[in-house]
C-alpha cells in the first residue's frame, strides 16, 4: 500500500493514478474503452496513468467512467480540526 503521509505531490498523484489504474484493469476496461466512456482523450488517459498528471475535471470524469465518483466526493468531507482555534474559526464563520 502506497504511504501518503510521508509523500511529495508528484508522488501522490502516482499513487492516485496507480489505484485508478488498478480499479480500471481489475474490471478488465482497456485504455481505448476508458477513453471512450469518461470523454477523456486517450493520450490524456495515458499520461495520467504513467505520469499522475490529469485535470481535475478529468480525474472526475474517470471516476465517473468506473462508477467510483462515490470516492471523489468523500474527499475532504472528514478532515479533522488541527487546533482549538480552526475550530472557533469554523464556528464564527457559520453564524
Known amino acids: 500500500m502506497f504511504d501518503f503521509l510521508e509523500a511529495t505531490p508528484v508522488e501522490i498523484n502516482q499513487g492516485i ?3 485508478v489504474r488498478a480499479v480500471r484493469k481489475r474490471r478488465k476496461i482497456s485504455q481505448i474503452k476508458f477513453s471512450e466512456k469518461s470523454g477523456v482523450s486517450l ?3 495515458k499520461r495520467f496513468e504513467s505520469t ?3 485535470s481535475l475535471l478529468s480525474l472526475t470524469k474517470l471516476a465517473i467512467a468506473l462508477d467510483i465518483q ?24 457559520q453564524g
Open 70 to 93: 462515490q470516492e471523489l466526493k468523500q474527499l475532504f468531507s472528514n478532515v479533522p480540526y488541527l487546533s482549538l482555534e480552526e475550530i472557533e474559526n469554523e464556528r464564527s464563520q
Open 43 to 45: 493520450g490524456s488517459v
Open 17 to 19: 493514478a496507480a489505484r
Open 52 to 54: 499522475g498528471e490529469i
